[in-house]
């Protein structure tokens, strides 16, 4: 005899193909009707969950969920159940909006949280510039020190990336009075 799903019920031969099973599923009990071996609403509201049917069952009706259920794969069922049990959920807490109100409400924290973003990003971009002035005007600072010979060598660019110490700010320094860092 083959057996009614996972929870492991036991059940009786009935009425001609029908294999009536003793404990109910959530579906059946709460319908109060008796759970045949292929009951369709069995694999998706076991007896240990009777919330998760009554909540589907006040939203869209016992008859309504056995009807999408046959119109639907095997395959597809379980998301299909989950779904009418999110949307029940949402529905009864907010009856004008259901899940749309969850997801409106989303929207806008996506919207606020886009907005903060786009600020912090124009704040890093200010103190980014605010930082480039500051070395610049530093850089200009130090250059007065560095002897001018040594600074149009050091920026045409072929010493640039080289950390490199002047030892002096004699206007006759040469690369002789640099030492490489
Ligand atoms: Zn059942």
Redesign the pocket.
Known sequence: MASHSSNGSKHLQGHASDVVVVT??G??KMLRRR?VEK?I??PHFPPTEPLKFAMAHRVFGASNIVKLLQELKESERADAVSSMVYEANARIIDPVYGSAGTIFQLQNQVNELHAQLAKAKAEIFNMNCQLEVMVSTEMCRSSQTISHQSFNEFEDGSFSSIPCVYLDDDQDSSWDNIIWA
Request: proline share 12%; with cysteine; glycine share 0%.
């Open positions: 109910p599923c579906a059946c759970c009951c609403l069995a």
